[in-house]
């Protein structure tokens, strides 16, 4: 079992960044998916909520407006499109399979003033 994010780097406050996460290893049309992010010396949070068909998202309050999460199943692959971004956002963003428990490696998201 594989969950290997991407598309992680630096921007610039208000700029965009997408993230994608590729899954192997399980049926990933079958599982909701999650996006999490970690600060350094923060709690690890939960940014994002995809169900297995696509068709019900869910997010965080401070994301909203400013963050859609995807899939696509055909792809066995996950998306997170954050604009606006925030210096306070910068992390390390995870993506998750919640009831397998299995996570990425992360990729880290650094967000400039």
């Known amino acids: 079992v594989q969950l290997v994010e991407s598309g992680g780097g630096l921007v610039q406050a208000g700029g965009s960044l997408r993230l994608s996460c590729v899954a192997s290893g399980f049926t990933f049309s079958r599982y909701s998916m999650r996006w999490y992010r970690q600060a350094a010396g923060k709690e690890r949070e939960l940014v994002a909520h995809i169900v297995s068909s696509g068709t019900s998202t869910n997010y965080a309050d401070s994301v909203k407006g400013r963050f859609t999460i995807s899939r696509d199943n055909t792809k066995n692959t996950m998306y997170l499109q954050m604009n606006s971004l925030r210096p306070e956002e910068t992390a390390v963003y995870y993506c998750?399979?919640?009831?397998?428990?299995?996570w990425g490696q992360g990729t880290q998201v650094t967000v400039s003033s």
């Open positions: 998750n399979a919640p009831t397998l428990g299995y």
